[in-house]
Each structure stands twice: as structure tokens, then as C-alpha cells.
């Protein structure tokens, strides 16, 4: 087992530390050699089809559906097409608007989680395409769907997960420049930058995973208080969901995650002396917001934990402890930003004493609906 762990006290931490690769895998050969645009010759959709979708449904359960939430924003911001998210238990129970040019897409990385694969045939009933985002070729979420999108993320075996749910953004962004490309929403000049940012994405989250330490310090910090938050706007807002999960599912503390502006219409009342808030704020067109939102938590007493973009200096002086990421565009911010919310709920985990691996009540896979 030890040997498994490839000399790392434990598989998530392992896994956190393989996204790097995880990352290079999952773009591989999905980018064209000139490194000008995306191909996904997996696909078996036509361009026809591809110009007839009039929406896009993303369906899944926990961190699969975290993904799904910027995947939503990468699709719409990318291929200009509206797409609405859906939890899985949920979907096919509030009679969703299916038509067959919808195309709904399952993210799942075991590929077996029931409520996925009952949303998937609900969809497919109804007559709509599915693509399926899966970690595991041949799995039966795979195998029902009429797309597959595979990420490359090998396999994962903590409960809590981390590689997968980056491969699954990495899958969002080469699906989402894919769709852009056939349907002429970006110029290719933009779809060249967005490549070769995404090209630069492993080496940056190494970069981040060689201060883990700071992120360990924060984490020993939280690890003694039992309710804390996070905010965050936009796309940050999905990224900091998945921060507060991989907490609950491995630390036991109880945290919640908030859009940045609506703390003030209730959850406000909450903040008292003390109680950490981490701040997520890598996006440039709602910064300022953030660093207002960050004041009305700090004047109740909250000791605020601020994640950011290198060059912006205006949150230093407003958070209490800050961490820099590195710079890329916006939309591709939550596949660094993620990474330092991973290590702290490990970090807070192990503080505590828990079973990082095998958290308690939770399996890795969920066969029952
Ligand atoms: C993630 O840390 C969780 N263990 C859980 O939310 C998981 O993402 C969810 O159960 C979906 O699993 P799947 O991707 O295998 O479908």
C-alpha cells in the first residue's frame, strides 16, 4: 500500500500532487500540433448537430457537479449557448425541458454513481444527445451515452476527490473551445490565447504546490474552529463550493460557500469574532465588489483568509493572511485556484486526526440512488 502511495503519506495527497500530469493527459492530443485550437476526434457528433443545439444540460452529483457549475460558465462564455446545471437526484423529477436539440452532458468520474446514470437515461428517453465526462473508459455511464469525453486523470482512490474534478475543467475548457470553434462564437486569435494558456496551466500548479506549507499553516489555524465560510463571485463562487465540500467531506467542519454579494441579505447575522471567511478573488471585473464584500465581513470580526490573482495588491490590505496564485485569463482561474482549497481541507484533515482517505459515512463511489 505504501508503495501505491508512491512514497506520500496519503492518495489524496498523492493525487493532488499528480494534477500536474493530470492536466497534461487530458489536453494530450486533444491539442492541435500548430497549438492554435482544439481536436476532439473522440466526438461523434456532427457540425450540423453541433449548430442545431439550442441548450446544454449539465447533470451530476458533488464535486462532478462543482465542475459542472464552471463548465456552465465556460460553455456559455466560450460557445455562446445557454446552459442550465442540474444536481442528478434532482433532474429527472422536476420534468426538465428536454427537446432533441438539447444535449445534456453527464460529468461523472467513476462513470457507475446511480443518479447520474438515471438522469442520463431520463435524457436519453427524452430524446436528447449525451456526452458523457468520465474518468473511467468502458464504465457504464461511458457505455450508454452517444459521446464520451474521457479524462485522462488516472485512477483516483480517496474519497475525497481532486485530480478528477480538474481533468473534468480541463475537459469543460477543450469541449467549450471545441463547440466555439465549430460554431464561429471566438475569433481564432482567442481560441489560440485560451490554447496556449491552458498549455501553461501544469507548470502553475506546480508552482502552487510548491507552497503548500503556507497553505498547511492556514489549515492548522482552521482546524480549530468548528463553522467557517467562503466567498466568492462568479466563476470563484463555483470553485469555492468545491473548497467547502472537500472540507465537510474530510476535516468534519462545517463551512458554507456564498456569492460574495448576497452574505449581506442574511448570513451576515453569522459573522461574529473570529469565524475565518476565505475569500476567493481571482476574477479582475469583480474585484473591487469582492474587496467591499471582504470589509463588511472584516468590520463584524471575521478573520479573513484572501485567495488572489500575483499583481493585484489591493486585497493585502484588506484580508488578514493572503495567498497569490498565478495569473491566467479569468476564465481559466478554477483550475488554479481549486488547488490551494484542496491542500487546506487535507491539511485541516489531518490536523484533526481524521481518516483523509476514507472519510466517515462516504464511499467512493455512489451505486444507490
Ligand atoms: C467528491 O469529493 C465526492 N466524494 C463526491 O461528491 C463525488 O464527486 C460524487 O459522488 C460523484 O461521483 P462521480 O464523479 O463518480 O459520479
Given at each position: 500500500i505504501t508503495a501505491e502511495k508512491a512514497g506520500f503519506d496519503h492518495f489524496m495527497l498523492k493525487e493532488i500532487y499528480e494534477q500536474p500530469k493530470a492536466y497534461r493527459d487530458t489536453m494530450g492530443s486533444r491539442i492541435d500540433p500548430t497549438g492554435k485550437k482544439v481536436v476532439m476526434n473522440e466526438l461523434k457528433m456532427t457540425n450540423e448537430y453541433i449548430k442545431s443545439i439550442q441548450q446544454v444540460h449539465i447533470v451530476a452529483c458533488g464535486t462532478a457537479y462543482h465542475a459542472g457549475m464552471v463548465g456552465k460558465s465556460i460553455i456559455e462564455k466560450l460557445a455562446r449557448i445557454p446552459v442550465?446545471?442540474?444536481?442528478?437526484?434532482?433532474?429527472?423529477?422536476?420534468?426538465?425541458?428536454?427537446?432533441?436539440?438539447?444535449l445534456v452532458v453527464v460529468v461523472s468520474q467513476s462513470g457507475e454513481t446511480a443518479d447520474t446514470l438515471a438522469a442520463l437515461r431520463e435524457a436519453k428517453r427524452c430524446g436528447a444527445r449525451v456526452v458523457a465526462v468520465t474518468n473511467v473508459v468502458g464504465s457504464s455511464v461511458a457505455r450508454e451515452a452517444d459521446d464520451v469525453i474521457v479524462t485522462w486523470a488516472g485512477?483516483?482512490?480517496?474519497?475525497?476527490?481532486?485530480?478528477?474534478?480538474?481533468?473534468?475543467?480541463?475537459?469543460?475548457?477543450?469541449?467549450?473551445?471545441?463547440?466555439?470553434?465549430?460554431?464561429?462564437?471566438?475569433?481564432?486569435?482567442?481560441?489560440?490565447?485560451?490554447?496556449?494558456?491552458?498549455?501553461?496551466?501544469?507548470?502553475?500548479?506546480?508552482?502552487?504546490l510548491e507552497h503548500a506549507e503556507v497553505i498547511k499553516e492556514c489549515a492548522e489555524q482552521i482546524?480549530?474552529?468548528?463553522?467557517?465560510?467562503?466567498?466568492?463571485?462568479?466563476?470563484?463562487?463555483?470553485?469555492?463550493?468545491?473548497?467547502?465540500?472537500?472540507?465537510?467531506?474530510?476535516?468534519?467542519?462545517?463551512?458554507?460557500?456564498?456569492?460574495?454579494?448576497?452574505?449581506?441579505?442574511?448570513?451576515?447575522?453569522?459573522?461574529?469574532?473570529?469565524?475565518p471567511v476565505i475569500a476567493l478573488a481571482t476574477q479582475p471585473d469583480l474585484f473591487e465588489k469582492t474587496v467591499s464584500n471582504i470589509k463588511e465581513v472584516k468590520a463584524r470580526g471575521a478573520y479573513v483568509f484572501g485567495i488572489h490573482t500575483t499583481g493585484e495588491t489591493e486585497l493585502g490590505k484588506a484580508v488578514d493572511q493572503m495567498l497569490e496564485i498565478p495569473q491566467t485569463i479569468p476564465l481559466l482561474s478554477p483550475a488554479l485556484s481549486v488547488i490551494p482549497l484542496q491542500l487546506l481541507a487535507y491539511y485541516a484533515s489531518l490536523a484533526r486526526g481524521n481518516d483523509v482517505d476514507k472519510p466517515r459515512n462516504l464511499a467512493k463511489s455512489v451505486t444507490v440512488e
Open positions: 442550465e446545471t442540474d444536481v442528478a437526484s434532482e433532474y429527472r423529477y422536476r420534468s426538465p425541458i428536454i427537446t432533441p436539440n438539447t485512477p483516483e482512490i480517496a474519497v475525497a476527490s481532486t485530480k478528477a474534478y480538474t481533468s473534468q475543467l480541463i475537459a469543460f475548457y477543450l469541449f467549450g473551445l471545441y463547440l466555439a470553434q465549430t460554431l464561429g462564437t471566438q475569433d481564432e486569435a482567442y481560441i489560440a490565447d485560451v490554447v496556449a494558456e491552458l498549455k501553461q496551466l501544469p507548470e502553475k500548479v506546480e508552482q502552487i482546524a480549530t474552529h468548528n463553522n467557517l465560510f467562503f466567498i466568492g463571485r462568479g466563476i470563484d463562487y463555483a470553485v469555492v463550493l468545491e473548497g467547502s465540500l472537500k472540507l465537510k467531506e474530510i476535516s468534519y467542519i462545517h463551512s458554507e460557500a456564498y456569492p460574495s454579494g448576497e452574505l449581506k441579505h442574511g448570513t451576515l447575522a453569522l459573522i461574529e469574532e473570529g469565524i
